[in-house]
């Protein structure tokens, strides 16, 4: 049964930093990858999405790597801004036929201006 | 325009009580899907419609029951509720049931009394 595991569960950093939000699963077998943004009472918006081939996918200060046999992803976020503050949740689509997504328990991230 | 929106935002209701929320995306995609994000952030899936075919429908009880009366509506029904059932239901949908980047709705929050 695949548990997608994030860490930390919380993070604080001053505004500028450069961050990394990790990301475990423990069934390698996945079709892809996806991060996701939640801010508070909303809904999720995803930010990346990496297929099982790849192993990494950028956009803007955004950089999202894949080592899918060791069952990790990372997310990288440059140059933190305090607009990036929300809840990162990363999840993997199954090969089982259905590709559903299982997601991440999710890290709580605070950028202090 | 709202890519998926959701009806009712709050619902709030007594125990034993039917209730339904209504999901609708006007992105013209051909899977739906239904979340539920429990007290602890975690979200986990419970059904999918591909094209008005359930596709995936993870364990859940009885009492919850979706409808896809066509593509761009997927509504769900809640039977007899019960005090675990308060959470944050959001609905989301895809291009395509292969593991796609999902869209999702701004969330209904049901609180069960």
């Known amino acids: 049964k695949q548990e997608v595991t994030q860490i930390p569960a919380a993070l604080s950093v001053p505004e500028g930093e450069n961050l990394v939000l990790n990301c475990s699963f423990t069934?390698?077998?996945?079709?892809?990858l996806q991060w996701f943004r939640q801010d508070p009472g909303k809904g999720l918006t995803s930010l990346l999405l990496i297929q099982s081939s790849q192993r990494e996918q950028t956009s803007g200060r955004l950089n999202a790597s894949l080592d899918k046999s060791s069952g990790r992803s990372t997310l990288y976020i440059a140059a933190s801004q305090p607009g990036d503050s929300a809840t990162y949740l990363c999840?993997?689509?199954?090969?089982?036929?259905?590709?559903?997504?299982?997601f991440g328990t999710g890290t709580r991230l605070k950028v202090l201006a | 325009d709202t890519a998926v929106s959701q009806t009712p935002k709050y619902l709030v209701t007594q125990m034993g009580n039917d209730k339904s929320i209504k999901c609708e995306q006007n992105?013209?995609?051909?899977?739906m899907y239904w979340y539920k994000q429990d007290s602890k952030k975690f979200l986990k899936i419970m059904f999918s419609?591909?094209?008005?075919?359930?596709?995936i429908n993870e364990t859940v009880p009885n009492r919850f029951s979706p409808k896809s009366p066509d593509k761009a509506h997927l509504n769900l029904h809640i039977n007899s509720l019960e005090l675990g059932d308060s959470a944050v239901y959001f609905c989301a949908s895809s291009q395509v049931s292969r593991g796609e980047t999902q869209y999702f709705g701004p969330g209904t929050r049901l609180l069960v009394l």
């Open positions: 419609y591909n094209n008005k075919e359930l596709i």
């Open positions: 069934d390698s077998a996945i079709y892809n």
């Open positions: 992105l013209g995609h051909d899977t």
């Open positions: 999840a993997v689509s199954d090969t089982s036929g259905t590709y559903k997504y299982i």
